[in-house]
């Protein structure tokens, strides 16, 4: 409603927006040759092999902190080549490099290794080297928003350990191609722990060897492509129980967790809560979970949470929403634990659709975050999924774009979560057509299956599916801090409206409507028009659906 109070909101809006401005003009931060080595997607170094499977065979020492053992590289070369590139943290040492059996040089710059071979690998042939390492890992001392390995104890004193990794990478604690643009097709993930512990990892237990000198080797086999920063290694006092067979779109699903003993009352009460109304809706939204040959696992993790593919990190305590807490602010995020549902997500967006740089991670959170609000939906009904992602809002700074830097492994502005849930509501509220709006979600999925991508062609997809070109609107939210304006005047008995935006040409059609009456969808350019639809419109009884629009409205 055009009132007093909309145009305070309006103030505060740009109240926001002016500081987001000021921090833009801070001098951006300057990336190294560290920083491309890293992120760069388009070096032949990287792009010469085309990666197959991997074989990470580690054993840890909790006590000291140490790992080591060795990762077998298998690829396709796309290219000939004689050297290439595969990365790793410079405090972890590179024992050495073997290829048919053969030490073959490397050299080392920053996080980077080059290997060079003693011929030329040719393009289209099947080839592998191993690299075998050791060292003391990283220790993440906030994880998961620092990377590395945590090491802490249970209740009794015995080691619980686990790694975190996203955004910092996985080479911080095992030898890989670090970037999301070349999944592997398929891994062997082996770990060894002292005995009375177990290494709980992603895909399926394959089996479990007694070795020498007291430890225990734990082989899990991943049949799905599977993201780097995904692959996890969980080594604790580990219980086992089954969460039964879901019957989903493709199937039986296997469900398994993974807890502490003083964990586990409370586990089985919370999964059984959360689990199965979780995977009926993302199934529901996005379609079939997309990894059912791996099987489904909630893992006990001494931090707060992270989406390891087929293994998803759990630590929110046993209790409902975020640490107990409603980040909406609306009493509907109180009824569900948040990391369950949250992290389950990026089942679908994340680990099924992987970004190939990441600072288009908007997909992965963006989506994730509006996952939320379908499970809102799914469980209480749209009103209240509305109203959840309203209240995501109280989250947003409006501090810089959600798009960042590419080719140096750099994300965009934290709004890439509520702002960009907030962003696919309203593209569902312009093509006003739920049916079609949850066909899109799960052609999304579908499309792209098992694919690593990048926005653009995510934004190419909604523009070719919906029949409708919403470039300029993805444009505005994730190029821009600043929110678009609605600009809205009345001059001889009519009203006129135009958009206020950054974006040359910005088009999004608006919801507004006579006080008591209908919405109708307005067409609107950067250009006043004067907005037939509503006849006798006046300041007093125009409204304009800011609860479905994340927008600023300004009226003269």
Same mark, same amino acid.
């Given at each position: 409603m055009m009132n007093n109070k909309a145009l305070t909101l309006l103030l505060l809006l740009l109240g926001s927006v002016g500081t987001a401005t000021a921090q833009l003009l801070q001098p951006k931060p300057a990336f190294t040759r560290a920083d491309s080595l890293r992120g760069s997607l388009t070096t032949p170094l990287r792009t010469c092999y085309d990666l197959n499977y991997y074989h990470l065979d580690v054993k840890l020492d909790p006590a000291k902190r140490f790992i080591s053992g060795s990762n077998l590289f298998r690829f396709t070369a796309a290219q000939d080549f004689t050297r290439l590139q595969f990365d790793l943290f410079a405090n972890l040492k590179v024992e050495k490099v073997l290829y048919q059996g053969?030490?073959?040089?490397?050299?080392?710059?920053?996080?980077?290794?080059? +290997?060079?071979?003693?011929?030329?690998?040719?393009?289209?042939? $099947?080839?592998?080297?191993?690299?075998?390492?050791?060292?003391?890992?990283?220790?993440?001392?906030?994880?998961?928003? %620092? #990377?590395?390995?945590?090491?802490?104890?249970?209740?009794?004193?015995?080691?619980?350990?686990?790694?975190?990794?996203?955004?910092?990478?996985?080479?911080?604690?095992?030898?890989?191609?670090? *970037?999301?643009? %070349?999944?592997? %097709?398929?891994?062997?993930?082996?770990?060894?722990?002292?005995?009375?512990?177990? %290494? =709980?990892?992603?895909?399926? /237990?394959?089996?479990?060897?007694?070795?020498?000198?007291?430890?225990?080797?734990?082989?899990?086999?991943?049949?799905?492509? &599977?993201?780097?920063?995904?692959?996890? /290694?969980?080594?604790?006092?580990?219980?086992?129980?089954?969460?039964?067979?879901?019957?989903?779109?493709?199937?039986? /699903?296997? =469900?398994?967790?993974?807890?502490? !003993?003083?964990?586990?009352?409370?586990?089985?009460?919370?999964?059984?809560?959360?689990?199965?109304? @979780? /995977?009926?809706? @993302?199934?529901?939204?996005?379609?079939?979970? !997309?990894?059912?040959?791996?099987?489904?696992?909630?893992?006990?993790?001494?931090?707060?949470?992270?989406?390891?593919?087929?293994? =998803?990190?759990?630590?929110?305590?046993? *209790?409902?929403?975020?640490? #107990?807490?409603? $980040?909406?602010?609306?009493?509907?995020?109180?009824?569900?634990?948040?990391? &369950?549902?949250?992290?389950?997500?990026?089942?679908?967006?994340?680990?099924?659709?992987?970004?190939?740089?990441?600072?288009?991670?908007? =997909?992965?959170?963006?989506?994730?975050?509006?996952?939320?609000?379908?499970? +809102?939906?799914?469980?209480f009904g749209k009103q209240a999924g509305q109203k959840y992602i309203h209240g995501q809002r109280r989250n947003i700074q409006n501090n810089g774009p959600i798009i960042g830097p590419y080719g140096v492994n750099q994300e965009g502005s934290g709004d890439m979560y509520d702002k960009g849930s907030n962003l696919l509501n309203m593209l569902r509220t312009v093509i006003n057509d739920d049916a079609k709006w949850r066909q899109l979600l799960r052609g999304l999925s579908s499309t792209f299956y098992h694919q690593t991508v990048t926005g653009q062609q995510v934004i190419d997809y909604f523009n070719r599916e919906s029949g409708r070109d919403l470039t300029k609107i993805f444009d505005q939210y994730l190029r821009h801090p600043s929110l678009p304006t609605l600009e809205i005047r009345f001059e001889n008995n009519q009203v006129l409206a135009r958009w206020v935006s950054d974006v040359k040409g910005f088009d999004m059609p608006v919801r507004m409507r006579l006080k008591g009456g209908e919405y109708q969808f307005i067409p609107l350019t950067t250009k006043f028009e004067p907005v037939k639809e509503l006849a006798g419109a006046t300041k007093e009884n125009l409204e304009v659906d800011t609860f479905n629009y994340y927008i600023g409205v300004l009226v003269e």
């Amino acid at each position: 409603m055009m009132n007093n109070k909309a145009l305070t909101l309006l103030l505060l809006l740009l109240g926001s927006v002016g500081t987001a401005t000021a921090q833009l003009l801070q001098p951006k931060p300057a990336f190294t040759r560290a920083d491309s080595l890293r992120g760069s997607l388009t070096t032949p170094l990287r792009t010469c092999y085309d990666l197959n499977y991997y074989h990470l065979d580690v054993k840890l020492d909790p006590a000291k902190r140490f790992i080591s053992g060795s990762n077998l590289f298998r690829f396709t070369a796309a290219q000939d080549f004689t050297r290439l590139q595969f990365d790793l943290f410079a405090n972890l040492k590179v024992e050495k490099v073997l290829y048919q059996g053969q030490e073959v040089p490397f050299t080392r710059e920053a996080n980077a290794v080059f +290997v060079t071979f003693p011929k030329p690998i040719a393009q289209g042939s $099947r080839d592998e080297f191993k690299v075998y390492y050791s060292g003391n890992p990283t220790v993440a001392k906030k994880a998961p928003w %620092d #990377g590395g390995m945590v090491f802490t104890q249970d209740a009794k004193g015995k080691p619980w350990v686990a790694t975190a990794c996203q955004g910092t990478g996985a080479s911080i604690w095992w030898p890989t191609k670090d *970037q999301q643009a %070349d999944e592997v %097709d398929s891994m062997l993930i082996s770990v060894s722990v002292p005995n009375g512990l177990k %290494d =709980v990892s992603n895909g399926r /237990l394959r089996k479990t060897t007694k070795l020498k000198g007291g430890y225990t080797r734990f082989d899990w086999a991943v049949r799905n492509p &599977i993201n780097n920063y995904d692959v996890a /290694l969980n080594v604790g006092n580990y219980q086992h129980f089954s969460g039964g067979t879901y019957a989903g779109e493709k199937g039986p /699903l296997t =469900v398994d967790y993974w807890v502490l !003993p003083e964990n586990l009352a409370k586990a089985k009460k919370q999964f059984a809560d959360n689990v199965p109304p @979780m /995977l009926k809706s @993302m199934e529901n939204w996005f379609g079939p979970y !997309p990894f059912y040959e791996d099987g489904y696992k909630l893992v006990d993790a001494p931090h707060l949470g992270m989406e390891h593919q087929s293994a =998803v990190a759990y630590g929110n305590k046993y *209790q409902n929403g975020y640490l #107990g807490n409603d $980040r909406s602010a609306t009493g509907w995020g109180s009824k569900w634990d948040f990391i &369950i549902i949250h992290e389950s997500g990026h089942e679908w967006f994340g680990n099924n659709i992987t970004t190939k740089d990441i600072a288009d991670m908007w =997909v992965h959170e963006g989506f994730t975050c509006y996952s939320e609000a379908l499970f +809102v939906e799914s469980q209480f009904g749209k009103q209240a999924g509305q109203k959840y992602i309203h209240g995501q809002r109280r989250n947003i700074q409006n501090n810089g774009p959600i798009i960042g830097p590419y080719g140096v492994n750099q994300e965009g502005s934290g709004d890439m979560y509520d702002k960009g849930s907030n962003l696919l509501n309203m593209l569902r509220t312009v093509i006003n057509d739920d049916a079609k709006w949850r066909q899109l979600l799960r052609g999304l999925s579908s499309t792209f299956y098992h694919q690593t991508v990048t926005g653009q062609q995510v934004i190419d997809y909604f523009n070719r599916e919906s029949g409708r070109d919403l470039t300029k609107i993805f444009d505005q939210y994730l190029r821009h801090p600043s929110l678009p304006t609605l600009e809205i005047r009345f001059e001889n008995n009519q009203v006129l409206a135009r958009w206020v935006s950054d974006v040359k040409g910005f088009d999004m059609p608006v919801r507004m409507r006579l006080k008591g009456g209908e919405y109708q969808f307005i067409p609107l350019t950067t250009k006043f028009e004067p907005v037939k639809e509503l006849a006798g419109a006046t300041k007093e009884n125009l409204e304009v659906d800011t609860f479905n629009y994340y927008i600023g409205v300004l009226v003269e």
